[in-house]
């Protein structure tokens, strides 16, 4: 079961990336173009696009390459604890809490997963290690 989350969730991060690709294009297509946003969004749409397929790519042997997903675990958490900080201090949008309901329990699934199906400590998984 956590293989197939982990590769679905995967695939749908493709998505996401598409959408930050999606949003440079309308940057550079409309009236008026903001400088400085193109060259980061596609970027970043490329990096989640490769996340994505990193993502893919660990389900198919999960004790080898957890610390794959254990590292998205913790991204997705490092965002959650970024809207926590960020809402009450206006320096996001309200809606931006969706985050904590979304990335939160998928990033807990990896990183307990994880450890889980390695046997390894986090402190383990945090620097690559796979085997107990």
């Known amino acids: 079961m956590l293989q197939k989350f982990i590769w679905w969730t995967g695939l749908s991060d ?11 294009i309308a ?3 409309a009236d008026e173009p903001v400088k400085g946003q193109f060259v980061p969004l596609i ?3 490329t990096f989640l696009m490769m996340a994505a397929a990193l993502l893919m790519w660990s389900s198919h042997d999960m004790q080898t ?10 991204v997705r958490l490092s ?3 970024a809207v926590i900080y960020a809402v009450p201090h206006q320096l996001s949008e309200t809606w ?10 998928i990033g807990l699934v990896y ?4 450890m889980k199906v390695t046997g ?4 383990e998984l945090l620097t690559g290690k796979t085997v107990s």
């Open 14 to 24: 493709f998505l996401v990336g598409a959408g930050t690709w999606a949003g440079a």
């Open 27 to 29: 940057i550079a297509l």
């Open 43 to 45: 970027t970043l749409g």
């Open 65 to 74: 390459r957890a610390p794959v997903f254990f590292w998205q675990g913790l």
């Open 79 to 81: 965002a959650v604890c």
């Open 96 to 105: 931006e809490y969706a985050l904590l309901g979304i990335d939160g329990p």
């Open 111 to 114: 990183v307990i997963g994880a």
């Open 120 to 123: 390894c400590s986090f402190f």
